[in-house]
Each structure stands twice: as structure tokens, then as C-alpha cells.
């Protein structure tokens, strides 16, 4: 049930390698982890193996083990961040008897799903001040290239230890959520806990299931693909009620061929839940068997994806409450757009014969568009330059004020714009730096606990350790895509394909190719007919003049195609 369209045009491994370890060269890449620091990870697995999970309850963690929690991440996936179980909760108390739609409506709403999330407890693993906690704070998160992942954790701990694979007793941060029937918090809390993962499941497998195409392994909750739609639905409906926008756009991924299921890779959606990748990463990373090649596809998340990444933002949410109301935390944020970017996107609309009538909100128009239309689809891609300037912000610590209590009255740099609410990242610990310290700040408040001084003091600079790393990786991230688009096209020289014109300015436009997966610039020529106008958002016709990794890709648009 794949939602991949696959290209035949393929890159030899041996020259994508090279391209990519001159690019790692380039941005100073972290290789080996360092002896004292690999040391420190090996000890704290070692240790939590001996006997980490009797240590963990004596120091007054739950003992969660009874709950049916599952995983569900990409194919192969070792690093494993979270775990979810979902419940649907009968009516009490003096709402009994009233319909769940009347329940909720009451002015004390009755909780009606429960979500329960576990997350990697890294806190277990991590000496704060130690070699290891100095090389993760260098590192900043995973990077993610099509040949291999740079690991934020050395792999005895994210494939490991601190990995909530099935089977085997492992700390989490524990999120129990209640949820009313509209799909509202009634209530949010975090605890440290000892949890056991009883299935580790694809998000294949889990829409298979919702389709009810397929059925999940006999350990994994039979209600499960149920409650992930029916509450993902809901979030997503509270997301448009706030004016947040999730868009699940065709994303461009490089896949392995002749390889078997990735050892590790990237989570999609929720690092960056206005649909623009913050890092781009393999479909499948190579594994133990080398890849005959890679290629290009564009894919479309499956519906199982942005419900379970709605998850995770909820998640997110209920943490960005905790924090600020404790007075201590750090933010994801990413500021409103500018009045002239909607007047510029409005001028988009309008070339490109998109209705967008005045009173009609943003959010409300891009979710009624179909990407497979090419002109809804060059819309989108423009729709993205929304979304820009995300970063942290660090508060309570080091001078820096606690944004207000109060939604209305929040500052610009204190929101998410594409969530339409504040919001922070805890739910990637292995893969991301910062959210080990927002977890941190939330079990300490949710505690009634003074949050740990060593989580005060890394506060103030985090925000710029993960804008460098975060610039590093998304390098990387482009780099690689570039590397291949041009190796994919290699010899190809002086051929036809189909395309779409997504963007022009100054003569110079985003040309998205139907096949192989390539998004590339496109010039416009001199002296046409047409003065050289770029035709941005009809199908059109290109010839290939050259591709070279060193130089890049040139194209020129036939114009006259009878």
C-alpha cells in the first residue's frame, strides 16, 4: 500500500557517497564519537541492563508496564522515540447519561479519550556535565544523509538502552493526556515511568488497518487504528478551529534500491508541523546489504502519519502550558507572516486562477486544495515561504522573561504560527538535543519539583546550539537532495520531460520534474514571443542542457510543443 511514486532514474552509490562525505566534509560533520564520551554511553548501558529498572522504581518512578503501548515509526526504524497507547473513557460522575457531544459542551467538559505517550527518558542515560553531555550538546541532532545517519546518540543508546524497542523494559517520560469529545485537553501531566512496548509497527500497517485492508500483530491494541483516527481527526478539527495549518504536501525523499529496511530513518511531520522539512533524509537508509543505487520519488504521507503526528504536536502543546505556567522553559516558535507575504500570496492566487474571496481565511483555502491539480500544487509550494524563521526561545533562566500566561496576550516570538498556539519539541529526545531539557522542565513541574539546576543553567544557550546544529543538518539535508538530482540525471543530457513551473521571480523559476523526482531552477530565455515569461503553474516541457554535481543542473523550456 505504498503512497510512493517511484523513479527508474538511478544514482550510483559510490559516486553519491562521495558527493556526500565531501558535503559532510564541508559542514564539519561529526564522525566517531569521542573515546570518554562513547565510554560514558557504553557504562550508563551497561548499567540500566544490570539493573536499571529495579533503580528506576526505587527512586519513585511508575510502574507502567501494564500499559499496551505500541510504536509506530518508519520501516526498519531502531531509534525509538515514542510509544502510544489510546483509550476511550466512559462518561462519570454527574454527566452520566449524556451524550459525549453533550458532555463536552457542559461548561467542566468529561474526559473521553485518554492518550497516554511515552517518550525515551534520555535523563536515565546523559551525565549532565560529562564527555557525552559535552559531545550531544557539539552534535545538537541526528543528520540524516541517503548512504548513512550521523547519530545525536551513539547507537548502544538510541538503537539501545534508551530505544523503546518491543519486548524489553525501558524509562520514558509518561504523558497521560485526557482528551473531552471534541477533541479539547481536560488535562495534561508527565511522569517518570518504566514502560514495555508490545509492538513495534509501520505506518503502513496501521492504515492498512484503518483502511481494514490489514490487521495488526496480535500484541498491539485492536481498537488502536480506530482511536488514532477518530483523535487524530479531532486535533486536526481543533487545529482549523485555531487557525493552525498542518499541510501534508508531496514531499521529495531519496530511497535505497537493492537494499533492505532502513536502520534508521527519519521520523516525518512532526519536527516541523507547517509541512516544510527541516532536515531531508532517506526513505530508507542504507542498511547491512549495499544499495544497488538511489533514486528520487515524491511521497505523500499516509493519513496514519499526521494522525499520529498530531500526537505528538498535542504533546508539544501540553508541554509549552506546563512550562510556562511553572515559570521555566523553552519554546519552539516561528513568527506570524507579514501582511505584505498574504498580499504577495494573494497576487499567487490570482495568476495562477485560485479563488481566495477576501474573507476567506489562509488555513481554510490550502486545506480545500488538491496537490495532484498543477496549479494547486505551485500554489502550495509558494504557500511554504510562510513559514519561516522558526527557532527557540529559552525563558525563566538567564534573564529572559516568561511569556504571559494568557494566549491573547502572547508576544509574537512566544507562538508557533502554523500550530496557532505555543508549542515545544519533547517528543524526539534521541534524535534532538533540546527535548531531553523540555522534558526535564515538565516532570520537575508536573512533580511539584524545582526544575534540575543542571537543565537552568544549558537553558540560556540552547536556542543557539540548535539554530547552528539545526543549520548544519538542514544543509545537509539540501545538499544531498542537490547531489542527487544531479547524479540522477547524469548522462540524460538532451532529453524531454514533463514539469511544472511552481514559481518565477527575476527571470528565474522552481521547476518540479513529473519524473525522475527532481525540483530544480528553471531561466527564463531571451528574445521569445512571449518575453520570456515563465508559464508558473501549467504543465510544461523541458530539455536537459547538463548535470554535474560540481556545476548543477540547467534546463530550457520548449516553448512551441505541437
Known amino acids: 500500500m505504498s503512497r510512493t511514486r517511484l523513479s527508474t532514474y538511478t544514482a550510483p552509490p559510490a559516486e553519491v557517497t562521495r558527493a556526500l562525505d565531501e558535503l559532510r566534509a564541508q559542514y ?13 554511553a ?29 510504536t509506530i515509526d518508519p520501516p526498519g526504524s531502531m531509534d525509538l522515540d515514542q510509544a502510544v497507547l489510546l483509550e476511550r473513557l466512559p462518561v462519570q460522575g454527574d454527566k452520566a447519561g449524556a451524550t459525549p457531544a453533550q458532555a463536552s459542551a457542559s461548561s467542566n467538559p468529561a474526559p473521553a479519550y485518554r492518550v497516554h505517550y511515552a517518550i525515551a527518558s534520555l535523563a536515565t542515560f546523559v551525565t549532565p556535565g ?17 548512504d548513512t545517519a550521523t547519530p545525536l546518540h551513539p547507537e548502544v543508546l538510541s538503537h539501545g538502552a534508551a530505544s523503546l524497542l518491543e519486548d524489553v523494559d525501558r524509562p520514558a517520560c509518561l504523558w497521560t493526556i485526557d482528551l473531552d469529545a471534541r477533541g479539547e485537553v481536560v488535562s495534561a501531566r508527565v511522569e517518570r515511568a518504566l514502560v514495555r512496548s508490545r509492538a513495534r509497527l509501520t505506518y503502513d500497517q496501521v492504515q492498512a488497518a484503518i483502511d481494514g485492508e490489514g490487521s495488526l500483530p496480535p500484541a498491539a491494541p485492536a481498537d488502536l487504528p480506530e482511536l488514532l483516527a477518530q483523535i487524530g481527526r479531532l486535533r486536526l478539527e481543533r487545529e482549523a478551529a485555531r487557525g493552525g495549518i498542518s499541510m501534508t504536501t508531496p514531499e521529495q525523499v531519496i530511497e535505497v534500491t537493492g537494499a533492505p529496511e532502513s536502520a534508521g530513518a527519519p521520523e516525518p511531520a512532526e519536527a516541523d508541523p507547517s509541512g516544510a522539512a527541516e532536515a531531508a533524509g532517506p526513505e530508507g537508509a542504507a542498511g547491512a546489504t549495499s544499495p544497488g543505487g538511489y533514486r528520487l520519488a515524491y511521497r505523500v504521507p499516509v493519513p496514519a502519519e499526521q494522525y499520529n503526528a498530531q500526537i505528538s504536536l498535542l504533546t508539544g502543546m501540553c508541554a509549552a502550558r506546563i512550562m510556562v505556567e511553572c515559570g521555566v522553559g523553552i519554546l519552539r516558535t516561528l513568527p506570524p507572516a507579514r501582511p505584505e507575504d498574504y498580499a504577495r500570496l494573494r497576487r499567487v492566487a490570482a495568476a495562477l486562477g485560485i479563488d481566495w474571496p477576501a474573507a476567506r481565511p489562509y488555513p481554510e483555502l490550502v486545506r480545500g486544495l488538491d496537490h495532484a491539480v498543477p496549479a494547486h500544487a505551485a500554489f502550495m509550494d509558494q504557500a511554504m515561504s510562510l513559514f519561516r524563521g522558526s527557532g527557540y526561545l529559552a525563558f525563566g533562566a538567564g534573564g529572559v522573561g516568561v511569556p504571559a500566561d494568557d494566549e491573547a496576550s502572547d508576544t509574537e516570538e512566544a507562538v508557533h504560527s502554523a500550530i496557532a498556539a505555543r508549542y515545544a519539541h519533547v517528543t524526539a529526545p534521541l534524535r534532538r538535543l533540546v527535548d531531553r531539557y523540555g522534558e526535564e522542565v515538565c516532570i520537575a513541574a508536573c512533580a511539584g519539583a524545582p526544575v534540575p539546576e543542571w537543565v537552568l543553567q544549558a537553558l540560556p544557550d540552547l536556542p543557539s546550539v540548535m539554530e547552528q546544529t539545526g543549520k548544519r543538518a538542514r544543509a545537509i539535508g539540501r545538499g544531498a537532495l542537490t547531489a542527487l538530482e544531479a547524479l540522477v540525471l547524469r548522462g540524460h543530457e538532451g532529453e524531454d520531460f514533463d514539469g511544472v513551473i511552481t514559481s518565477e521571480r527575476d527571470g528565474r523559476g522552481e521547476l518540479v520534474l513529473a519524473e525522475p523526482a527532481v525540483v530544480t531552477e528553471i531561466r527564463a530565455g531571451k528574445g521569445s514571443s512571449d518575453d520570456g515569461r515563465l508559464p508558473v503553474g501549467e504543465p510544461v516541457r523541458v530539455r536537459l542542457l547538463s548535470a554535474d554535481p560540481a556545476t548543477g543542473i540547467r534546463f530550457t523550456l520548449l516553448r512551441d510543443q505541437s
Open 28 to 40: 564539519e560533520v561529526p564522525t566517531a564519537f569521542p573515546p570518554e564520551a562513547l565510554a560514558e
Open 42 to 70: 557504553e557504562a550508563a548501558a551497561t548499567a540500566w541492563a544490570q539493573d536499571g529498572p529495579a533503580r528506576l522504581l526505587a527512586e519513585g518512578a511508575r510502574d507502567a508496564r501494564d500499559l499496551d503501548l505500541v
Open 130 to 146: 560529562g564527555a557525552l553531555d559535552a559531545e550531544l550538546r557539539r552534535r545538537g541532532e541526528t543528520i540524516y544523509a541517503p
